[in-house]
């Protein structure tokens, strides 16, 4: 009850009861996990109400949705997957893992883009919107980040500035 609550919350978490969650098949973690997605979804919806403002067509794609010429669908495909010129990649995430999931992503996306490009057909940008702990956590996660991106790594902070600093100025119907 709201005692053991107060107690935890003054006291902190002895070990035991860490390990007592993990033996109850991580009731705790179900939760955060249940709820990572809508997390996740804050930076998705900030990146589309920034396209829209500028009056930019994009495709918005869907969770482990297939597009041609993509492993991995980007999250967005500045204006579609039939002429990708900007794709961008958008999450927020507190797990250190997730966010090296995502630089694996992204990097994969550089190499497509740069793929392409040997091929004689014309790459893409690639654009990441990120925010969270886990992104803070490594260093070198960061660095390949800001690499593959050619530094086009946006925060919800400067999320503001994404169509002004990348290829999406070029669409931009709207001021």
Known sequence: GLASLRHLATEGTPYAMLLYERFLGRPFAGHRDSVSGLI??????????RLREAGISFRKTKRAERVEGFDQAPDF????EW???????AKITEDDGTARDKVTRIQHLAEISRRRRS??????QVVACI?????????EDMRKLLEAT????????TLE?????TALEGFRSRQ
Do not use: C, S, W, Y
């Open 77 to 80: 495909i500045i204006p579609d």
């Open 161 to 165: 500035h994404l169509v002004e600093n």
């Open 131 to 139: 925010d969270g702990r886990g992104f803070g956590v490594r260093r």
């Open 83 to 89: 002429n990708p010129r900007v794709v961008i990649e």
């Open 40 to 49: 996740g979804e804050v930076m998705e919806n900030a990146v589309e109400e």
């Open 119 to 124: 091929q004689g057909q014309p790459g893409f």
């Open 150 to 157: 050619q530094g086009k790594v946006f925060t919800l902070k």
